[in-house]
């Protein structure tokens, strides 16, 4: 390190007495520099130390002065207890007093405000306030420093404390240094990265460290004299101390003594950096104000890409150029100097010399230990380290040291030695290239105490080089003239003006780079240099990369060698110019390499270029050529010409092709490029058929132009149809599709199809349709009416191409279904014959249904599954064990259809708040769904709530034993939260009425005539003679109906015809009207006359039938009719339920004459007929099968 002193000044007062500098601060920008020297604040401009103005305030000395971080205004204060605020225009505008004097000053960095400290007291004032808020201290206060953040202020105690406040004047921490002497001064880094780290210094000749939390780092270091000041510098790389030493020493931020400047004649009291640069102002005892720059020399060493510089001068860095991977080591002491060489570095301290070897014998390895530690100073002004030897130079003398610390050689030179470098050679037997001022240049084995002179030359050496085969020498000397020489011959080959340093490729022998006057230059063999633009010092050449020193960094720049490879290809010498790309240059030099190249027939370097760029197309075409002349093929002409195709070179190509009488090929490489003109100039020469192809060609080609209209045509003209039609049908012109499609003869099959798929796409589905049926193509007229949802033309098609009902049927459920239409989808899959499809989508609806609490809807669903089970039945392939499996599923889902049917009823009875239906038909309606339920319930039908409704209902119709019965039920069974305290209740109040059940609600059987109770363990049938009730599946009260069967041997027609015919009718009463009215799916009997009392049993054979029963017998007696007996009944008083086969008719005799009975002749349920009437009015169809009375 180097201290220029820039300029000096003396402070003397008035008398010529001289006035000590107690405190100096440079203006943020660090133009001015504002001293407090006696009772005036003077003002220097730092450039040149002019004295721009004193300013007169204080009446006394002044001891510090402080400038704002914002550059707005400056502070000052002194013996007088003043302190004076001024602004940048050195214009006084604040004053305040403190009652002692005012030791020292500090701005806030960040909020600005200005810390005062006096004898017992320090203030803080701020511009926004206008008072001064002041807090005791219990010691004088000597000197004070805010950190980085402003958070907190550091004040050092005359009783050689610390004590750290916050912003409003708070101790945070208090730093107890207990016998220490006055703290007189302290200073925080300002290094941002680091954490806050105070510097104090006592008179105790002490340096300490501590951090923000007041704990010291590491031990007292003494310094052997007092200091006065302390502070960083630069950006907290180092502390300048100074003192009673009359000097201000440079010391790490360890507090390690690194150098010393600035010598005076008296104390230093004062000491700062300018901000942000490498300027210090020094204030002395004496009056003395001097002004440095300190100069960092740059101590490093460079092996290939390994670069090992000083940092902060204590640490090394080493850093690999090319991986950018850094190693620090911490030397914790000055660092003198730096060699390295292959694994081994050697760094020189004030005292002795390391040397460090890397772990690993890796060259990507960048971890170090120390080999040996010599515990010798050595003077030197260059270090080079080898193997197993360190070399030191001073001035004309180099000494050879193992590193045992054993002097094992020395050569005393003739001249200075002015440049030193190991160039290689065995290990031990290192060579060394030595550059002396009188012009001699010689090598120098390490083993050997003999020197050899290599070549001398006239004038001094300032850098020099061997190329890496060591054939030729590069010098610059003191004039800057890079002269390059022949080691072997010493004949000067050239030389280069403008050079300061210089460093050859040690990949390559040939080239080499030398810097000067802010110029790179780059040079190859004997051709001219290429220049570009470089500030600082060229130090190592590998490769594409130059190592470049600038000030204090050094940086590996990318240079591509482009400008050396065009120069030998100039000269046509591929194989030095191959040499020169492998170094680094660009994919199109690499191109430019492989394409000249190739044009001289050097394959083996356009090979390996076109390798380089991965150009696989080229690389075919040199297989190709190889693989021709290992075949005997000689023309170069001819392989030059395809080259020429191959670069777009393609006129010199043909006229190579013609020139070698290969014609054709000029014409196929003109047809594939659509130059048709051109190959119709060769077709003359080539063989006629080409012509053929050329016009196929040309109409490919005016398939992809903008004018698709005339490749169309030209298309049609070939009689390529498919592709016309492709070309027009892309365009969309369907006029010119229906234009050819009716030209076309039917044997076109596939142009015609081709014409029905472009006009269906473009929406001409009429003339499609035309097509497919002048090709009969029914299956794709088929699609084409599904894909176009023309079902009814589909289905008419179906119906004449019943092949086709599958094909159309099945899309038409799916669309169905897709468009939520499940019922008609289920219907078309039954259509199509998919049935196992149409059981899953009645099933589906009918599990959603469910779910979604809709139990009508469930109920239809399973009467349609019902039917779909009856119906399947008629299929005559099926056995009889089939048929019977499929009745039984239909009685099961019949009986889960009607379930349904009635739940929902009740579930509406439960969830909404009113109901339009009658209580009877509600009671009736779950009595008969409980007298129905078994273990296994269908799923969302609920116990609870038909037990409920029963238990509610029964107990408003007078029912109350049921009620009581339907209560007790639910107490056992786990009830919703909301029907808990409903039950509770309605078991407690239902026990206040009587066991009984009302008359009315009793059931009456009509053939024994026996009242039934409401609460029948047989089910719904008589207690008496065992004979199943029937209910109107309306109001499910029961109906004057009994069941009667037919005798074997006599079938459901022949019943039929003998209940139709006339004869043996009974007698009518007088004034008895009958009257019958049938349709397709209703049958109504109709009697005007009221009930008849009495039956004649004699007169009618069914009576008889009716008593042929055990009185309170478990065996059910049917009634059975034979031939006879069914004739003498009469018709008006039978109701039939007329089931399909395999199912067989049940018949039913009218018990009353005024009852009026109707059968939906679809589901078979028997209503009343004033209620089925009346939900034909509101629903126009059953509320069951939602089939209407007038369809069948």
């Not at 006084?92 to 200005?114: E, F, M, R, S, W």
Request: hydrophobic share 35%; glycine share 4%.
């Amino acid at each position: 390190m180097r201290a220029i002193s820039l300029w000096v000044d003396r402070v003397f007062d008035k008398d010529k007495i001289e006035q000590c500098i107690y405190d100096m601060c440079f203006r943020p920008d660090g133009t001015q520099l504002i001293v407090a020297a006696g009772n005036r604040v003077l003002v220097y401009d730092t450039n040149d130390g002019t004295l721009l103005q004193p300013l007169k305030g204080h009446k006394d000395t002044v001891y510090c002065v402080a400038y704002a971080r914002d550059g707005k205004r400056f502070a000052s204060g002194g013996a007088d207890k003043c302190v004076i605020i001024w602004t940048c225009k050195l214009e006084g505008i604040l004053k305040y007093t403190h009652n002692d004097a005012i030791q020292c000053l500090a701005y806030n960095p960040i909020t600005n405000q200005l810390t005062s400290c006096a004898v017992t007291d320090f203030g803080l004032w701020s511009p926004e306030q206008k008072s001064v808020s002041k807090h005791r201290c219990n010691s004088r206060i000597t000197c004070c420093d805010w950190t980085n953040d402003g958070q907190y202020l550091a004040c050092g105690l005359h009783n050689g404390n610390v004590s750290i406040r916050n912003k409003l004047g708070e101790e945070k921490v208090k730093i107890d240094r207990p016998n220490s002497p006055p703290v007189w001064c302290l200073s925080w880094n300002p290094n941002k990265d680091e954490p806050d780290t105070l510097c104090v210094c006592d008179w105790g000749q002490n340096l300490a460290f501590y951090q923000l939390s007041g704990r010291q780092i590491g031990k007292n270091r003494s310094l052997g004299f007092d200091a006065c000041c302390i502070t960083y510098f630069s950006k907290g790389e180092y502390t300048l101390i100074g003192g009673s030493n009359n000097q201000v020493n440079l010391c790490s931020t360890q507090g390690i003594k690194l150098t010393s400047f600035a010598d005076q004649q008296s104390w230093v009291w004062c000491c700062k950096v300018k901000p942000d640069q490498n300027f210090v102002a020094v204030g002395c005892q004496d009056g003395t104000i001097a002004y440095y720059q300190l100069l960092f020399s740059t101590v490093h060493g460079l092996y290939r890409d390994r670069y090992a510089f000083r940092e902060n001068m204590t640490d090394v860095i080493i850093q690999n150029l090319s991986t950018d991977l850094r190693v620090r080591i911490k030397c914790r002491d000055l660092v003198k100097k730096i060699a390295i060489y292959k694994q081994k570095l050697s760094v020189q301290l004030p005292e002795k010399i390391v040397i460090y070897e890397l772990i690993a014998d890796d060259e990507n390895d960048m971890q170090y230990r120390v080999k040996e530690r010599i515990n010798k100073k050595f003077d030197c002004n260059l270090l080079v380290v080898c193997a197993r030897h360190f070399v030191l130079c001073q001035e004309k003398k180099l000494q050879c040291f193992n590193f045992a610390g054993i002097k094992e050689r020395e050569w005393v030179m003739e001249s200075l030695i002015r440049y030193i470098k190991v160039i290689g050679g065995p290990t031990g037997r290192e060579v060394l290239l030595v550059g002396l001022k009188n012009g001699l240049i010689m090598k120098i084995f390490i083993n050997n105490p003999f020197p050899l002179t290599v070549l001398k030359q006239q004038t001094s050496v300032r850098c020099l080089d061997i190329s890496p085969m060591h054939t030729k020498l590069a010098v610059v000397d003191e004039h800057s003239t890079c002269l390059v020489y022949d080691v072997a011959t010493k004949e000067l080959l050239y030389q280069e003006p403008n050079a300061n340093s210089v460093s050859w490729n040690i990949q390559n022998d040939d080239m080499l780079c030398y810097s000067g006057n802010g110029t790179l230059c780059i040079k190859a063999n004997v051709f001219p240099p290429h220049q570009q633009k470089l500030q600082g010092f060229v130090v190592g050449f590998n490769g594409s990369k130059i190592y470049c020193l600038h000030i204090y960094s050094m940086s590996a720049i990318d240079v591509p060698q482009s400008a050396a490879m065009y120069q030998y290809l100039e000269k046509k010498d591929f194989a030095n110019a191959y040499k020169i790309s492998c170094l680094g240059v660009t994919d199109p030099d690499w191109r430019s390499l492989a394409m000249e190249a190739l044009e001289n027939l050097n394959f083996e370097i356009a090979k390996k270029s076109f390798i380089r760029i991965r150009d696989f197309c080229f690389l075919q075409l040199i297989h190709n050529i190889e693989e021709r002349k290992k075949r005997g093929e000689n023309n170069d002409d001819l392989f030059r010409a395809d080259i020429y195709a191959y670069q777009g070179k393609f006129q010199e190509a043909a006229r190579l092709y013609k020139k070698t009488g290969n014609e054709d090929k000029a014409v196929d490489m003109f047809t594939d490029l659509r130059q048709f003109e051109h190959a119709k100039e060769y077709v003359v020469h080539s063989d006629p058929s080409n012509v053929k192809k050329i016009m196929k060609k040309q109409a490919e080609w005016c398939s992809t132009t903008d004018d698709p209209k005339a490749a169309s045509e030209m298309y049609l003209a070939a009689g390529e149809y498919c592709k016309a039609i492709d070309i027009i049908g892309q365009n969309g012109w369907s006029d010119k599709l229906v234009e050819i499609s009716r030209t076309l003869n039917k044997a076109d099959i596939e142009p015609l199809k081709l014409c029905a798929s472009y006009l269906e796409k473009l929406g001409q589905g009429v003339y499609a349709a035309e097509v497919l049926n002048k090709i009969g193509d029914s299956k794709a007229l088929a699609k084409l009416y599904i894909d176009s949802r023309k079902w009814t033309e589909a289905f008419e098609l179906a119906k004449n191409n019943p092949q086709l009902k599958d094909e159309i049927y099945v899309p038409y459920a799916t669309w169905l279904a897709e468009n939520d239409k499940f019922e008609e989808a289920q219907r078309a899959f039954y259509e199509a014959g998919r049935k196992k499809e149409a059981f899953r989508v009645l099933e589906q609806l009918t599990h959603n249904a469910v779910l979604e609490s809709r139990f009508s809807d469930a109920g239809y669903y399973f009467w349609l599954l019902a039917s779909q089970c009856l119906d399947m039945t008629k299929d005559n392939k099926l056995n009889d064990k089939n048929i019977q499996l499929l009745v039984s599923k239909f009685k099961e889902y019949y009986q889960k259809a009607e379930m349904y049917f009635l739940y929902h009823n009740i579930h509406r009875f439960i969830e909404e708040p009113f109901t339009s239906m009658q209580p009877e038909a509600i009671f009736n309606q779950a009595r008969y769904l409980l007298q129905t339920f078994s273990s296994d319930l269908p799923v969302g039908i609920s116990r609870v709530f038909t037990l409920f409704t029963l238990a509610k209902q029964g107990k408003n119709l007078a029912a109350y034993k049921l009620a009581r019965h339907a209560y007790d039920k639910l107490q056992s069974l786990k009830l919703p939260r909301e029907l808990q305290e409903i039950v509770d209740l309605g078991s407690v109040t239902i026990r206040s009425k009587p066991f009984q059940d009302s008359d009315e609600l009793l059931p009456l059987c009509y053939r024994c005539f026996t009242t039934n109770p409401l609460l029948n363990s047989k089910g719904n049938r008589c207690i008496n003679c065992q004979q199943p009730f029937v209910n109107s599946f309306n109001t499910f009260e029961v109906l004057p109906l009994v069941e009667f069967n037919l005798e074997e041997g006599i079938s459901d027609e022949e019943a039929v015809k003998l209940i139709e015919q006339d004869f043996g009718v009974r007698k009518e009463k007088k004034g008895r009207q009958w009257k019958e009215q049938e349709s397709e799916s209703v049958q109504t009997l109709r009697l005007d006359d009221s009930v008849q009392d009495e039956i004649d049993d004699s007169s009618d054979p069914f009576s008889t039938k009716m008593t042929t029963f055990e009185q309170g017998g478990s065996e059910f007696a049917p009634i059975n009719l034979n031939h006879a007996q069914l004739q003498k009944i009469n018709k008006n008083e039978i109701v039939i339920q007329k089931w399909p086969p395999p199912l067989k008719y049940r018949y039913y005799k009218l018990m009353l004459d005024s009852v009026s009975i109707t059968v939906c002749q679809c589901c078979q349920h028997i209503y009343l007929t004033e209620d089925y009437e009346l939900l034909q009015l509101q629903n126009q169809h059953c509320p069951f099968c939602r089939k209407s009375s007038n369809s069948s």
